[in-house]
């Protein structure tokens, strides 16, 4: 008897023992397991985003209109100091691009360093426009009927943004806000068009004048900016993932223009 109760004992031990070395899962707390989902290395995807664009002209081309009407009859009707303001102008718009970067992770803590690209068309035009009769008389003895049209348009075809993005994992999610540097590329226009007609009589009719019409732009011109947003990851399988994400950026050139978008996305992590 004493035999077999020592053989019990022994085994007992032996099972105990070799039950402290296995995982906690394979331990009978299976319910209390769980694990930290990888994020850290290089990650690309490809993205699809919709959005509204806001552009702020918030000027005149005042400038513009007085050197293309001086010295001509049509500056004595004061067309010149006629106040064009621009103001603010918004449009929906659309866009396709990718990310690519790098994730840094300790324990559920991830930070990371990215670039995201996107092509689309943002942007847009305002115009302003006065027009009037003279009273009077001109130097050339005629009544004038003048107008002018100021007109101001932003083209963002192509926009790159640079984060640094913090986050936090709870298992195959992770959550994250990013910040950083905007930078696109635009083509900015600015115009001016005055139309003149001239008549013996202050109730016409009038005979019109070949318009004026001043415009300058650049083509390809960098614009650059700020940047800050949300965003979350989800794991789908292997290194595969799925982004949701809103970006706000601003570019404060030429042209103060505000991008706010939702994005949605498809990546892979090494």
């Not at 906690?24 to 993205?47: A, C, E, H, I, K």
């Not at 009769?133 to 963002?156: E, K, Y």
């Not at 982004?243 to 042209?255: H, I, L, N, P, T």
Request: glycine content about 12%; some cysteine.
């Amino acid at each position: 008897m004493r035999r077999v109760l020592l053989a019990a004992a022994m085994v007992a031990m032996s099972v105990s023992a070799q039950a402290a070395d296995m995982p906690d899962f394979l331990r009978g707390s299976v319910g209390d397991y769980n694990p930290v989902t990888n994020w850290q290395g290089f990650y690309f995807g490809g993205q699809g985003a919709y959005g509204t664009s806001t552009e702020n002209f918030n000027g005149s081309t005042n400038s513009m209109l007085e050197a293309l009407i001086s010295n001509l009859v049509v500056s004595e009707t004061g067309i010149g100091q006629s106040n064009l303001q621009l103001g603010k102008v918004s449009s929906h718009t659309s866009g396709y691009g990718a990310f690519a970067g790098y994730n840094w992770q300790w324990d559920d803590v991830v930070v990371g360093l990215e670039m995201s690209y996107l092509h689309g068309n943002l942007g847009g035009r305002a115009t302003a426009s006065e027009a009037f009769t003279t009273s009077t008389t001109l130097s050339d003895g005629l009544f004038h009927s003048v107008s002018a049209t100021s007109a101001s348009q932003i083209a963002v075809s192509d926009m790159a943004t640079f984060r640094g993005r913090a986050g936090y994992a709870f298992g195959c999610f992770l959550p994250y806000m990013f910040g950083g540097l905007a930078l696109g590329n635009a083509s900015i226009t600015q115009s001016v068009t005055v139309k003149d007609a001239a008549s013996t009589s202050i109730l016409g009719p009038f005979t019109p004048f070949q318009p004026l019409t001043s415009t300058k732009g650049t083509a390809d011109h960098l614009i650059y900016g700020y940047t800050a947003g949300l965003g979350m990851d989800i794991k789908l399988v292997g290194g595969l993932f799925m982004r949701a994400e809103w970006e706000y950026a601003r570019f404060v050139d030429q042209v103060d223009t505000s991008v706010n978008t939702v994005r949605l996305g498809l990546g892979y992590k090494f």
